[in-house]
């Protein structure tokens, strides 16, 4: 190993990155309606874009239908996955993997004290705060093992559960809009001998299916997708970890590490730390 790779590996580790905010989903969000809001108001007439029944019918609707096909508790996870798409971590697979190898070869020199260092820079990993505590407390290898891989599938679970629901969303907001659409030209035709309910139907029956467009293919939609590529980003970390967390527990050489996690990574990112 090179002078510089033992300066690095002596060094005292940061703690993970803080989470902070996504720019692309803020500023995707905003562009986009900011766009729509422009065009509205260059027609100058924005308070014939707002109407309580055409939202109770789209937001309301979309909401019951889509929580008939889940349970509430797994609406309520969605509504927090959801949340954290407009915050990011700057950590990025390759930098948890260079983390893992040095922390390996730390615990190779120190076996007794080297993980129990560690515990207090993870806190804001709990599923490697976890393994690492099994580690020190001797927990054999296979029951290690199943006990992390039940985790990770369990949240893996938990994540493509919360997709379902945005993708769910995205499809029933449209159809609610159309349902208020309906529901609108039944009352403005029923209305014909009566103008002044000829308007309110109209505009009933338009900004319904105005408002599922935008909720579906604006906000719902890429939403899901962009839960589901931090879905893949998590599926990839948690193999890192767990991969490390096992390498660690088996005592193996840390360069064995190296070429285990080279195999998860994008040929751009893999490491030559031993180099």
Known sequence: MSSDNVQITNATPAPLKARSIDGATVLGLTAG???????????????????LRSTLIVL??????????????????????TLKTFSRTD?????VA??????????????????????AQFK???????????????????DIESLLSEE????????????????????????????????????MLSGLNEPDTIGPGMALALLTTFYGA???????????????????EGRITMSIYAVSIL????????????LRLNTMLPPQDRLHYFN
């Open 60 to 81: 309301g609707g979309t909401l019951a239908v889509t929580t008939v096909s889940f349970s509430v508790s797994e609406i309520s996870d969605a509504c927090s996955a």
């Open 33 to 51: 309606f900011g766009f729509v809001f422009l065009a509205i108001f260059i027609g100058g007439t924005p308070e014939s874009f707002i109407d």
């Open 98 to 119: 260079l983390r893992m190898i040095r922390l390996a070869g730390r615990v190779r020199r120190d076996p007794n004290r080297a993980v129990e260092n560690e515990l």
């Open 152 to 187: 990770a599938s369990a949240s893996d679970n938990r994540q493509r559960t919360s997709v379902l629901i945005l993708q769910r969303a995205a499809e029933v907001a449209p159809a609610m809009g159309l349902i208020g659409t309906l529901v609108g030209l039944v009352q």
């Open 247 to 258: 390498s660690i527990a088996r005592k193996e050489n840390p360069r064995r590490l190296e």
């Open 124 to 142: 804001s990993a709990p599923f490697l705060s976890r393994g690492l505590s099994l580690v020190v407390d001797d927990t054999p290898v296979e």
């Open 91 to 95: 950590t990025t697979p390759r930098e």
């Open 214 to 232: 935008v909720l579906g293919n604006m906000v719902f939609a890429p939403l899901a997708s962009k839960l589901e590529r931090r879905a893949a």
